[in-house]
């Protein structure tokens, strides 16, 4: 049986040297921490030609690109609280979108309040943490957003929520009367969702994240005037549902040529709860009529339509960052400025024949991360090196010249950063708490997921809920990456493959156990 490693809330982080005196920090290099919610690498700087992405392109151009980035749960709030915190999901206790890490941790130190003791401004816009999640202990300002944004009416909405066409609107506003009707606690007051997708002629500021990006930039220009650093962490919503964007972006695409998932099934004998249900498609009143992959099948059409959209918010999203960058530039902040691209987690196109996230396979768990030390370090370089989101932190530290924090779960990412050839780690970990309403056999599950240079290898226990740790072990997954690298074939249970599923799991139990409670 598993159990929870603790740890004191007074004591995760130890400096290897340094002081907390700002007076000579003035000089230290500004940072900007760019999150993109539910982006995969589906980026041309990642070999993918039929999407269009140029202003990330460049920045890959002139950064580090990891390949082989993971983050330590395929949704948002969890993925998140362990990337700024520094901490794995089970030390956290952090699994869910509920799960508040300040409530259930109130003395952790986040990146950016740990980069505010050593004399950084930090401000937070857009979706940081979670939607309207602001951590005022993190941040000198934090939730400045677009004045239209700001009002009674719309401060607890969550951007995904937010549509530009009138009809849709009113559309909108007539389903939220029903399912308040029905439930008064209605996720998100009853706002989220409306349509799927939504194209409409308006300029790129029209929308949420146009808006946050001018704001962004009127707030550099303040920044700049300061004497001390900034760490600016602005948070994009789009490519998240519904696929919201202007025209523009659409037209980019024709929707008959865009590729189809190769792989529109279940793996072969993968277990009950692998596979999430793709319920946040029901989100959106046009998509009610979804159900678990394991029974139901989106159209051909619906699955275009949906495609469509995520290239098309991409696009946008990516002309989002050209703007930021270029603004940057304009304002003479471009050489002193360590810019950081990340992705929260995955999501899957029709792969396995299901959409969304919320699972171990690497369409979730893989994300796009890039980082840019202007002068300091080569552009254009590529770490194929396994690396996880838990190691942003100390490796932003390094960066930016601070002590160096002992961060529990991640280690600094420098050293393949300066030299993507040398050896990095063995294995990344990732997990996915499985919740009775949406696992076929209505169980509740923990799946501990490791990734090594050549294979993914889960293991799934029951999970009680109120004493927080796993019970039996239900079932395990083997994916040979080498020979089967979209994870179509289960192995663990194949004769030829036991020695190899028995050095795996004396892998992740014996010599790296730590993933699991630190």
């Not at 990642?46 to 983050?71: K, M, N, W």
């Not at 993914?456 to 089967?484: C, R």
């Given at each position: 049986?598993?159990?929870?490693?603790?740890?004191?809330?007074?004591?995760?982080?130890?400096?290897?040297?340094?002081?907390?005196?700002?007076?000579?920090?003035?000089?230290?290099p500004n940072v900007i921490f760019i999150a993109i919610d539910d982006l995969r690498?589906?980026?041309?700087?990642?070999?993918?030609?039929?999407?269009?992405?140029?202003?990330?392109?460049?920045?890959?151009?002139?950064?580090?690109?990891?390949?082989?980035?993971?983050?330590?749960?395929?949704?948002?709030?969890?993925?998140?609280?362990?990337?700024?915190?520094?901490?794995?999901?089970?030390?956290?206790?952090?699994?869910?979108?509920?799960?508040?890490?300040?409530?259930?941790?109130?003395?952790?130190?986040?990146?950016?309040?740990?980069?505010?003791?050593?004399?950084?401004?930090?401000?937070?816009?857009?979706?940081?943490?979670?939607?309207?999640?602001?951590?005022?202990?993190?941040?000198?300002?934090?939730?400045?957003?677009?004045?239209?944004?700001?009002?009674?009416?719309?401060?607890?909405?969550?951007?995904?929520?937010?549509?530009?066409?009138?009809?849709?609107?009113?559309?909108?506003?007539?389903?939220?009367?029903?399912?308040?009707?029905?439930?008064?606690?209605?996720?998100?007051?009853?706002?989220?969702?409306?349509?799927?997708?939504?194209?409409?002629?308006?300029?790129?500021?029209?929308?949420?994240?146009?808006?946050?990006?001018?704001?962004?930039?009127?707030?550099?220009?303040?920044?700049?005037?300061?004497?001390?650093?900034?760490?600016?962490?602005?948070?994009?919503?789009?490519?998240?549902?519904?696929?919201?964007?202007?025209?523009?972006?659409?037209?980019?695409?024709?929707?008959?040529?865009?590729?189809?998932?190769?792989?529109?099934?279940?793996?072969?004998?993968?277990?009950?709860?692998?596979?999430?249900?793709?319920?946040?498609?029901?989100?959106?009143?046009?998509?009610?009529?979804?159900?678990?992959?394991?029974?139901?099948?989106?159209?051909?059409?619906?699955?275009?339509?949906?495609?469509?959209?995520?290239?098309?918010?991409?696009?946008?999203?990516?002309?989002?960052?050209?703007?930021?960058?270029?603004?940057?530039?304009?304002?003479?902040?471009?050489?002193?400025?360590?810019?950081?691209?990340?992705?929260?987690?995955?999501?899957?196109?029709?792969?396995?024949?299901?959409?969304?996230?919320?699972?171990?396979?690497?369409?979730?768990?893989?994300?796009?991360?890039?980082?840019?030390?202007?002068?300091?370090?080569?552009?254009?370089?590529?770490?194929?090196?396994?690396?996880?989101?838990?190691?942003?932190?100390?490796?932003?530290?390094?960066?930016?010249?601070?002590?160096?924090?002992?961060?529990?779960?991640?280690?600094s990412m420098v050293p393949v950063m300066e030299d993507p050839s040398i050896p990095g780690k063995q294995a990344?970990?990732?997990?996915?708490?499985?919740?009775?309403?949406?696992?076929?056999?209505?169980?509740?599950?923990?799946?501990?997921?490791?990734?090594?240079?050549?294979?993914?290898?889960?293991?799934?226990?029951?999970?009680?809920?109120?004493?927080?740790?796993?019970?039996?072990?239900?079932?395990?997954?083997?994916?040979?990456?080498?020979?089967?690298?979209?994870?179509?074939?289960?192995?663990?249970?194949?004769?030829?493959?036991?020695?190899?599923?028995?050095?795996?799991?004396?892998?992740?139990?014996?010599?790296?156990?730590?993933?699991?409670?630190?």
């Amino acid at each position: 049986m598993l159990t929870l490693l603790t740890f004191s809330a007074l004591g995760f982080y130890q400096c290897t040297g340094g002081d907390n005196s700002i007076s000579d920090h003035a000089d230290r290099p500004n940072v900007i921490f760019i999150a993109i919610d539910d982006l995969r690498p589906e980026l041309g700087c990642y070999g993918v030609d039929e999407i269009r992405t140029p202003y990330i392109d460049q920045l890959a151009s002139e950064g580090v690109l990891f390949a082989r980035h993971f983050c330590q749960v395929a949704v948002c709030a969890p993925s998140r609280a362990s990337m700024w915190t520094g901490i794995r999901p089970d030390s956290l206790r952090v699994w869910h979108l509920g799960d508040r890490f300040r409530d259930l941790h109130p003395d952790v130190v986040t990146m950016p309040q740990y980069f505010n003791r050593y004399g950084y401004h930090t401000v937070s816009m857009g979706k940081i943490f979670h939607n309207h999640m602001p951590d005022s202990v993190s941040f000198d300002e934090p939730d400045l957003r677009p004045a239209a944004y700001k009002t009674a009416e719309m401060i607890d909405r969550d951007p995904e929520s937010f549509y530009y066409d009138g009809a849709i609107r009113e559309e909108l506003a007539g389903v939220r009367e029903e399912r308040l009707r029905r439930n008064p606690r209605a996720y998100a007051g009853g706002w989220a969702y409306g349509r799927s997708t939504e194209c409409s002629e308006a300029p790129d500021t029209a929308f949420y994240d146009g808006a946050q990006t001018e704001l962004a930039l009127e707030t550099l220009k303040r920044l700049k005037s300061e004497d001390q650093p900034f760490f600016l962490a602005l948070g994009y919503f789009r490519p998240h549902l519904p696929f919201v964007a202007p025209k523009r972006y659409w037209d980019l695409y024709e929707r008959e040529g865009l590729s189809r998932a190769p792989n529109p099934f279940l793996p072969e004998d993968s277990p009950v709860m692998a596979m999430n249900s793709a319920y946040e498609l029901t989100g959106c009143y046009d998509l009610e009529y979804v159900r678990h992959p394991s029974v139901f099948q989106l159209s051909e059409d619906t699955a275009r339509l949906l495609k469509h959209g995520y290239y098309a918010c991409v696009s946008y999203v990516d002309a989002c960052v050209g703007r930021l960058l270029a603004g940057l530039e304009e304002l003479g902040l471009h050489e002193n400025t360590i810019v950081v691209m990340w992705g929260d987690h995955g999501w899957k196109l029709g792969e396995h024949g299901s959409w969304c996230k919320q699972t171990n396979y690497l369409n979730d768990t893989r994300v796009p991360l890039i980082i840019r030390v202007p002068g300091a370090m080569e552009g254009g370089k590529v770490c194929m090196q396994l690396t996880e989101s838990v190691d942003i932190y100390p490796t932003l530290c390094e960066l930016a010249g601070l002590p160096l924090p002992q961060v529990l779960g991640g280690e600094s990412m420098v050293p393949v950063m300066e030299d993507p050839s040398i050896p990095g780690k063995q294995a990344a970990f990732t997990q996915f708490h499985r919740r009775p309403r949406v696992s076929p056999d209505g169980g509740r599950y923990m799946g501990y997921s490791m990734i090594t240079e050549r294979y993914h290898y889960v293991e799934w226990f029951t999970w009680d809920h109120q004493e927080k740790k796993a019970g039996a072990l239900e079932a395990v997954e083997l994916y040979d990456l080498g020979s089967d690298p979209a994870e179509n074939r289960n192995l663990a249970n194949k004769p030829d493959y036991e020695n190899i599923r028995m050095d795996l799991a004396r892998k992740m139990n014996e010599e790296w156990p730590g993933f699991k409670g630190s």
